[in-house]
């Protein structure tokens, strides 16, 4: 989750981390259980995937917020399908910012904006919630005022689904650079 702003952007994000293992059908049941809210807490989960069969790994220690040596902030989510690990991954700055998609390594899509705005990255659950923080908490305020929202989205998230771990990091940063150069720079690898 992220806000960036004319004086500032700041980058959220969890550090959970599950992987599926076993029959493709089940897992994507038990996937789409966990995504899309039926699955609440981390006892949900374990007995769920017990109950169809599918093992599971969950490790809560995946950095996924990153400031850069230019001051760029990342976030990044990610998921792997039929053998490709696909990622989103948002760069931000003061007043701008970029979304680029990810196959196998190899950028496939970018967007890029500038201008104040929330973004939310994530699974269908996690954007609910977090929509619902912004739509009741977010006043038009200051930079302050939506760094208080990302963080009451996370910590609601992590109360409210299985998929968000309740341990975040979150960064901050005032930087105002080229978004585009940037992002080109990556456009060959990430």
Known sequence: MAFVGKKG?????????????????????????????????????????????????VRDDKSKVVRRDDGVLTGEVSKFERGTVSRRRI???????????????????MQKKEGSAFVVLGNDITKKI???IIRKHWKNGGFEDAVRVIVLAMEEAGRRT???????????????VNISAVVDSEAGGS
């Open 9 to 57: 952007a700041a980058v959220a994000g969890d550090m959970r981390e599950v992987l599926f293992r076993g029959d493709e059908a089940r897992r994507r049941e038990l996937e789409s259980e966990l995504y899309d809210g039926r699955i609440v807490t981390d006892a949900d989960l374990e007995k769920r995937a017990a109950e169809i069969g599918v093992r599971i790994s």
């Open 130 to 132: 977090a929509n619902e």
């Open 162 to 176: 299985a998929s968000v771990s309740r341990a975040f990091s979150i960064e901050q940063t005032d930087i105002n």
């Open 91 to 109: 760069y931000a700055a003061a007043g701008q910012y970029a979304i680029a998609d990810f196959e196998g390594g190899r950028m496939v899509t």
